[in-house]
């Protein structure tokens, strides 16, 4: 490998959002994917309930925009929700004639499933749950077949690359070795941070390099204090937990505790299918009185086999079976809706520096994402940012060379322990439930951890700066909104209507 590569395009992350731009980008340049373990490692390729789209007759890009901004909580960008609404369902069509396999009615037409919060069927799914992984293999199969786009796996981004006030690429680590990869633009698509608490959905590679990375830069980044919590993942002790979708409550399951008590109606008027944050905090109250919590879905019967393949395959694995027993659940960390503040095209404050997926901050969720939004906001901006990089001109002079090493990772046991105490630290005080004291502990221990970190330990380092910045804003936001629940400010304020929290 040599120590300097030079490429058009870079493009850091392979999942919906690195994979779609990369493919598109190829169009007009060449591209080089970065990406840290396998092509197929990714959030996405775990998604299960589907892609949202006003395609359904009855359904419109106005009602899914009104649905949208509703879960944002006053917080979303209403430029860049018409823009994700509007353009979605052309995405889904093109990548459905990519060769993506959604299941369809006998006549032909998609089959549309029915999420949470939305208020018409425009869910697109793929062999029932497995949606993710099927975008995953589309974009794959594009990516790969493209003479344009170059592939390097097992190579991860350190730092960017800033000269001259403009990104002029990466840092990385490619099979060990340090290689500078120049670019005339960067994308970073390199998703979320759900491995910085205790309990989460998202997989290993998601410990949130991307924020941690652009902060450094200087890049702006905004609403960090928005995670979503995910109802209902299946309570094991794995990392990750395996999720089950909300459309199994949209089937009909219901939430009872160990008594055998449904809580859910007397909390919300719309019961398990109230909003995300709402039963993540219901759930978890329970679970801090004392009683586990389960989904029932024995009254889907057999037809949940059909419907939910992989998620009944996933139980049965764990020795439940839906069709006949309750299944544990516990709610989990599942989506950052904040992130590196981007416009449009998906520009960052920094010339030639991109971000698209749900490392970009992009405007469309606001405060609370609205379920099955994200593989769309993937789609629809990785498109943007394809066709604005082929604007972007030769970068005039590449950066000046530099010696360096990949720091060499002295005490793996260290770095896993200080890996797991960021996660535990977070999940109690940055977790569901937030109180100014306990984000104050949270920071210090923090500091704690940072001191604590091993050599050469830098995914680590990025969780703990990921970390921070969590808490940080939610230490600042003295309220409650959407994902963000202080226990010590329940209610939404005024004040804080419309404002941003931002780096
Ligand atoms: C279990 C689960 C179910 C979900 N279900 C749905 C759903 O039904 N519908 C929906 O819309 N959304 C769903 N989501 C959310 C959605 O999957 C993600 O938000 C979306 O896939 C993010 O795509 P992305 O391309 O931004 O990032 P990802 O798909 O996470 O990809 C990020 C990529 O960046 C790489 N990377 C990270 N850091 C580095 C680095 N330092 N160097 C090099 N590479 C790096 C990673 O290896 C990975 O390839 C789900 C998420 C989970 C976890």
């Not at 120049?182 to 970073?188: E, K």
């Not at 530099?402 to 890996?419: H, I, S």
């Not at 221990?445 to 910045?469: K, Y």
Request: glycine fraction near 10%.
């Amino acid at each position: 490998m040599p120590e300097r590569v030079r490429t058009r395009y870079l493009v850091v992350g392979s999942g919906v959002a690195g994979l779609h731009t990369a493919w598109r980008a190829s169009e007009s340049g060449d591209v080089l994917v970065l990406t840290k373990r396998s092509l197929f490692d990714s959030a996405t390729a775990y998604a299960q309930g589907g892609i949202a789209a006003a395609l359904g007759a009855g359904d419109s890009p106005k009602l899914h925009r009104q649905d949208t901004l509703a879960a944002g909580a006053a917080l979303c960008d209403a430029a860049a929700v018409a823009v994700l609404v509007e353009e979605g369902p052309a995405r889904v069509n093109e990548l459905h004639a990519a060769g993506a396999k959604f299941d369809l009615d006998p006549s032909g037409k998609f089959k549309l499933g029915r999420e949470a919060a939305h208020s018409r069927h425009r869910i697109v799914h793929a062999h029932g749950d497995q949606t993710g992984a099927e975008v995953a293999r589309t974009l794959i199969a594009r990516v790969t077949e493209s003479e344009r786009v170059q592939v390097f796996e097992r190579a991860r981004v350190l730092d960017l690359i800033i000269e001259g006030e403009r990104c002029c690429g990466v840092r990385a680590s490619v099979a060990g070795q340090p290689v500078d990869i120049i670019a005339d633009a960067t994308v970073l698509a390199t998703g979320g941070c759900g491995q910085v608490f205790r309990y989460t959905t998202n997989p290993v590679v998601a410990t949130g390099d991307g924020y941690a990375i652009a902060h450094r830069a200087g890049v702006r980044l905004a609403d960090m204090e928005f995670v979503q919590f995910h109802p209902t993942a299946l309570d094991t002790r794995e990392n990750p937990l395996q999720l089950i979708s909300e459309a199994v409550r949209g089937e009909g399951a219901i939430l009872v505790n160990e008594a055998g008590v449904r809580f859910m109606p007397k909390r919300h008027r719309l019961a398990e299918l109230a909003p995300r944050d709402i039963v993540a905090r219901e759930i978890f109250r329970e679970r801090a009185g004392g009683r586990c919590v389960y989904l029932d879905a024995t009254k889907l019967g057999r037809g949940f086999t059909r419907r939910f393949p992989g998620i009944y395959a996933v139980c049965r694995a764990r020795g439940v079976d839906p069709v006949k027993e309750l299944i544990p659940v516990t709610p989990a960390a599942h989506y950052m809706m904040g992130g590196i503040v981007t416009d449009l095209v998906g520009r960052s404050s920094i010339p030639r520096l991109y971000a698209c997926g749900e490392v970009s901050r992009t405007g469309v969720h606001g405060a609370n994402r609205l379920a099955s939004n994200s593989l769309l906001e993937g789609l629809v901006f990785a498109e943007r940012v394809a066709r604005d990089l082929a604007t972007t001109p030769e970068l005039p002079e590449p950066p000046r060379k530099r010696k360096w090493r990949v720091p060499v990772l002295t005490d793996r046991g260290a770095a896993q322990v200080a890996a797991d105490d960021v996660r535990s630290v977070l999940w109690d005080y940055a977790g569901i439930a937030r109180t100014a004291k306990g984000l104050h502990t949270c920071l210090e221990r923090l500091d704690a951890i940072e001191e604590r970190l091993p050599e050469g330990a830098t995914e680590e380092a990025n969780m703990v700066d990921t970390a921070r910045l969590i808490a940080e804003a939610a230490l600042l936001r003295s309220e409650s909104r959407g994902g963000h629940y202080r226990s010590d400010f329940p209610r939404s304020k005024r004040k804080w209507r419309g404002r941003h929290i931002e780096w």
